[in-house]
């Protein structure tokens, strides 16, 4: 079993809907929770960083961290043909970064 | 720089070739990683340094894997007797600090193992 796991996909969402996205972990030592949007044959670029239980916002993205629950999750709101992408999902116990396997995203118009 | 540059930013290599991947991080970084990224996978820890000091070098595949950053700034991840299986996205990433901050990643070295 991976260390994380998200929600395989693809996901296909209207233009202007919420998309949303899940991810979960098992190493409870975690402490640092990462998004990271991936354009087909680019690198990793991040999109959010959340540290603490409840909700993060930036702009039409939200995180949400339950470490209770080892659940994180991602909102994109009025999502955007723009935002097809692949969302990778990342958590850190000190400075190791452990990937799920991404959720492929389509915002169609 | 203002990112992360890594070099070449595609590599075809015959098996059994040595190859070296270069890395350059953001002025000033502390640490430094290596992932490695196979199509369709979420990026996979190779190895860390902070500043000069390698601290984690558990995910290399094999003794044939060895990266070093002497100075610590640039750094190279060299490949010995490459093979069919190396074939993936080598990406480095750096960030300010060590532990729990926030990585950013270069543009990946794709490479091809023929």
């Known amino acids: 079993q991976k260390e994380v796991e998200q929600n395989s996909g693809p996901l296909s969402v209207p233009e202007g809907a919420i998309a949303s996205l899940n991810c979960t972990y098992s190493d409870r030592g975690s402490q640092s929770f990462f998004w990271y949007r991936q354009y087909s044959g680019k690198s990793p670029e991040l999109i959010m960083s959340?540290?603490?239980?409840g909700d993060k916002e930036d702009g039409r993205f939200t995180a949400q961290l339950n470490k209770a629950s080892q659940y994180v999750s991602l909102l994109i709101r009025d999502s955007q043909p723009s935002d097809s992408a692949t969302y990778l999902c990342?958590?850190?116990?000190?400075?190791?970064?452990?990937f799920g396997a991404g959720t492929t995203v389509t915002v169609r118009a | 720089g203002a990112g992360v540059s890594q070099s070449p930013r595609y590599k075809v290599a015959k098996r059994g070739q040595d190859v070296a991947l270069r890395c350059d991080p953001i002025?000033?970084?502390?640490?430094l990683f290596w992932y490695q990224q196979a199509l369709g996978q979420g990026p996979e820890f190779l190895t860390y340094f902070q500043n000069e000091a390698q601290l984690d070098k558990s995910g290399l595949p094999s003794d044939r894997f060895f990266a070093e950053r002497p100075e610590g700034s640039v750094s190279t991840l060299k490949i010995q007797r490459t093979q069919q299986e190396d074939s993936a996205v080598y990406l480095c990433?750096?960030?300010?600090?060590?532990?729990?901050?926030?990585?950013?990643f270069g543009q990946g070295t794709r490479l091809t193992v023929v």
């Open positions: 990433a750096s960030s300010a600090t060590g532990g729990y901050t926030e990585a950013f």
């Open positions: 959340i540290y603490s239980n």
């Open positions: 990342a958590a850190s116990n000190d400075y190791k970064l452990s």
């Open positions: 002025s000033g970084h502390v640490s």
